[in-house]
């Protein structure tokens, strides 16, 4: 049982760059691999990354690969999304959720979810 509140969302014009965080709460936010996962209107909810407890591994859809890098400072029960060169394909509702599993690109691997911030990136 984790809860998860996600911020920094907001309006960037294309190639600017934003940081998200996702602020646990609950159970010990390190025994989590923590995922991003994004959704635009019309699209079904999609993976951008994760990040293992440890935070040594990342993992990324080629989407943001290279763009897009995740973080996190357990002390802080807080992780991190940098998203760079944003394109205006990146426009969507961004959400952070957390799963005792190793690792998971599915949304249905994830149990905990946050409820999501807007990026909005313009032309």
């Known amino acids: 049982q984790v809860q998860l509140v996600e911020s920094g969302g907001g309006l960037v014009q294309a190639g600017g760059s934003l940081r998200l965080s996702c602020a646990a709460s609950?159970?010990?936010?390190?025994?989590?691999?923590t995922g991003w996962f994004r959704q635009a209107p019309g699209k079904e909810r999609e993976f951008v990354g994760r990040?293992?407890?440890?935070?040594?591994?990342?993992i990324y859809a080629d989407s943001v690969k290279g763009r897009f890098t995740i973080s996190r400072d357990n002390a802080k029960n807080t992780v991190y999304l940098q998203m760079n060169s944003l394109k205006p394909d990146d426009t969507a509702v961004y959400y952070c959720?957390?799963?005792?599993?190793?690792?998971?690109?599915?949304?249905?691997?994830?149990?905990?979810w946050g409820q999501g911030t807007q990026v909005t990136v313009s032309s």
């Open positions: 959720a957390a799963t005792a599993l190793l690792g998971g690109s599915r949304v249905g691997d994830f149990g905990s």
């Open positions: 609950g159970r010990t936010f390190g025994s989590y691999t």
């Open positions: 990040i293992n407890r440890g935070g040594g591994l990342t």
